[in-house]
């Protein structure tokens, strides 16, 4: 079911800044619809970055459309989660600059949904708040895997069940591969095929000093990657 959220940081606001967020200039529309507690934590204004972001968003995406975009991920999120956080351990950091990156980047999805929902076009009018088929899809392979998973993880080698399991026995079992560094000490869980984290492998810091990257693959962090590729469409 999908969830809309009324707007309510623009009550207290006066009639010009009213009339920005449903002006003739798209990109001072979008900016206005950014929450103010954000966009005080961003030094008064967002990153060069996030303003390109919109404006390449907005060749071929409507304004109500990233203002609603906007509004849920902010509520459905970022309204009650902390807008900054320091590089700790295997915590990646980001900054408010970051959030508001991701309140406005478009959805990871080949079929150009919003955040699993369908928008309506000129040729399919009645396809708005309809579930993308290509999301519905992954989530039900990532179900899928996740419930074989679980129901092969429900016997153990020795054929009997994980509630019979003695305290050492679940201590010692592990449903995900662990990191060996540090004398086998650091345990943070790993991707196949590696066998110890980035922090483990001395992996370069990313440009955006917040992230390490496997320098085999990439010269930056997955985020910015993403970023780039996003702003290349």
Not at 29 to 46: D, M, T
Not at 96 to 107: C, I, Q, S
Request: proline content about 6%; hydrophobic content about 35%; charged content about 25%.
């Amino acid at each position: 079911m999908k969830t809309f959220y009324e707007r309510t940081w623009d009550r207290d606001q006066c009639a010009e800044c009213r009339r920005a967020s449903v002006g003739s200039d798209a990109l001072r529309a979008v900016l206005a619809s950014l929450p103010p507690k954000l966009v005080r934590a961003c030094g008064g204004g967002v990153s060069h970055e996030v303003i390109s972001c919109i404006r390449d968003q907005l060749s071929y995406v409507p304004v109500a459309v990233l203002q609603a975009r906007i509004d849920r991920r902010w509520w459905g999120r970022w309204a009650t989660s902390p807008l900054q956080r320091e590089a700790e351990g295997n915590r990646e950091a980001y900054r408010p600059d970051d959030v508001a990156l991701w309140l406005v980047e478009p959805t990871s999805c080949a079929n150009r949904c919003e955040d699993g929902w369908l928008m309506a076009s000129a040729q399919e009018p009645g396809a708005d708040d309809r579930p993308c088929p290509v999301c519905a899809e992954v989530r039900a392979a990532v179900l899928a895997e996740s419930a074989r998973e679980d129901d092969f993880d429900d016997v153990d080698s020795s054929g009997g069940a994980k509630s019979d399991r003695t305290v050492a026995e679940a201590v010692a079992h592990r449903s995900f591969a662990e990191c060996s560094g540090s004398g086998g000490s650091c345990g943070a869980p790993v991707r196949a095929p590696h066998t110890q984290c980035p922090a483990c492998l001395d992996w370069p810091w990313c440009g955006c000093g917040r992230r390490r990257f496997d320098p085999a693959v990439s010269e930056v962090c997955v985020a910015c990657a993403d970023r780039a590729a996003a702003a290349s469409r």
